[in-house]
């Protein structure tokens, strides 16, 4: 007759039994980690890629905003250089804005060329002397001298004096159109007072 089993083998069978199910549970609970692991760990290379992408237009916004603040001080302050030239060069009152437009004079860079900017002005001096002194444009347009008589008294349309006043463009002087903030902040105004003269044959 074979060995009956003893409660001892009994007990050590069973514990036996237990260590190798909670080993086999351990080894699942461990393979499961590592998988939420690895899910963890590329969801963290995600975010950390996208806040990288949110940083880069961040800085990329703020400074197309910088480039676009930085060419308007550039441009007041080429204009303003421009308008002290004009003036020395005996601009008319009230053209110096037609004759930056018309010089094709472009702000490219932080320091303003004073001589080349001098030279763009006594050119636009040459061929429209209508914008300086006291000239008048020549209606000829031969590229002979302009008249110097002053235009005729405009006449009052058919309804002067019924009731309506003639609106006049309002005037700015040296100072005004010589301050660059001025000048930006009236830029439509002195544009139309300036068309109107035009208009009427005083500039």
Known sequence: MGDSPTPESGARSQRDGTVIR????????LAQYKTEKSRADGLKTDVDKLQGEVQQLREST????????TGELRGLKHRAVFD?????????????NDLYQLSGWKADGDVVD?????????AQKTARAYLFGEAQP????????PPTTPPPTPKPGPAHGQG???TNPPKFTDDQLSDPKFAYLNFDKISAAASERVARGEI
């Not at 909670?22 to 609970?29: F, P, Q």
């Not at 004009?86 to 110096?96: D, P």
């Not at 004073?114 to 006594?122: D, F």
């Open 138 to 145: 020549n209606p000829a347009g031969d590229g002979g001298t």
């Open 62 to 69: 703020s400074a197309k905003k910088v480039e676009e603040l």
């Open 22 to 29: 909670l080993a086999s549970k351990a080894r699942g609970y």
């Open 114 to 122: 004073e001589t080349a900017m001098k030279q763009a002005i006594e």
């Open 84 to 96: 002290r030239l004009a003036k020395e060069q005996g601009v008319r009152e009230g053209a110096a």
């Open 164 to 166: 309506g006043g003639v």
